[in-house]
């Protein structure tokens, strides 16, 4: 835990260092967004912003809150007062469920799931990046935590009829057309990280046991505050090509949300 608390330490250090970028993100913070926008006196956008100077979760904050059971909705799964959780979303290459983001890696590459369950749980307080929180944020923060495994459990626990539940994405058998190759949408074993943790039991307490929450605290590429949560049963290879890119520039990808509430406490 020590390295991912030094990593993101050193990261909001960084980011304390670049004066404009700070006050930008203040600026936008303080008004809730909108009229605010991250855009440097050169006109260039800060990291993980539209050139517009806006989020992209912010501009289109309406298409994402839609509910997932509609085929021609968004990816949400759940709201209340203080947030928002969805499937992460976007993808173009290819025919998938709202433009949701593959899980297989030779159709999605890139953009392709951490986990055959991984959700975002964005909070609708504008916060624009982890770099960004402080003491007074970790109430939130563990909201956002409870949250995001209250909606794990029901995508454990809900059938094929429900989109994006483990048993929808195992039942998906689907062929789509990726830059004119066929593929197929069916989950493959060698889709999954050979690293990944395999409860003993089937027991939904032991599974829930395999879900973690992190944050791309540097890495990120849209700029508004949003937690992964995702079940390290179901991880897939896509987290570890990411994870090994990141070390290759001396990066971490995934850093947990207990390292960062740990370093807020100090």
Request: some cysteine.
């Amino acid at each position: 835990m020590d390295t991912f608390k030094n990593y993101y330490t050193t990261a909001r250090a960084e980011f304390q260092k670049d004066g404009e970028a700070v006050k930008l993100s203040k600026e936008w913070m303080e008004s809730g967004g909108g009229d605010k926008p991250m855009l440097r006196k050169d006109g260039s956008p800060l990291q993980g912003v539209m050139p517009s100077g806006k989020p992209v979760f912010e501009a289109f904050w309406d298409g994402i809150s839609k509910t997932i059971e509609d085929p021609n909705g968004g990816t949400c799964l759940y709201e209340d007062d203080d947030c928002v959780v969805i499937i992460p979303a976007g993808f173009r290459k290819a025919k998938t469920w709202n433009t949701m983001n593959p899980y297989r890696y030779e159709i999605g590459g890139a953009s392709t799931l951490q986990s055959l369950l991984h959700i975002l749980v964005l909070p609708k307080m504008k916060i624009d990046s982890p770099l960004s929180l402080q003491k007074e944020h970790i109430p939130l923060l563990e909201k956002m935590r409870e949250t995001g495994r209250m909606v794990m459990r029901l995508l454990y626990e809900g059938d094929t009829k429900r989109v994006g539940s483990l048993n929808w994405v195992l039942s998906q058998n689907d062929v789509v057309k990726v830059d004119g190759t066929m593929m197929t949408t069916r989950v493959k074993p060698e889709d999954l990280s050979p690293e990944r943790v395999v409860p003993l039991s089937t027991d939904i307490e032991e599974k829930m046991k395999t879900v973690k929450e992190s944050f791309h605290v540097d890495t990120f590429s849209v700029r508004y505050l949003h937690l992964h949560v995702y079940a390290d049963e179901w991880r897939t290879i896509a987290y570890d090509k990411m994870e090994e890119e990141s070390e290759q520039v001396g990066k971490v990808k995934n850093v947990p949300l207990d390292a960062v509430i740990e370093v807020l406490k100090e």
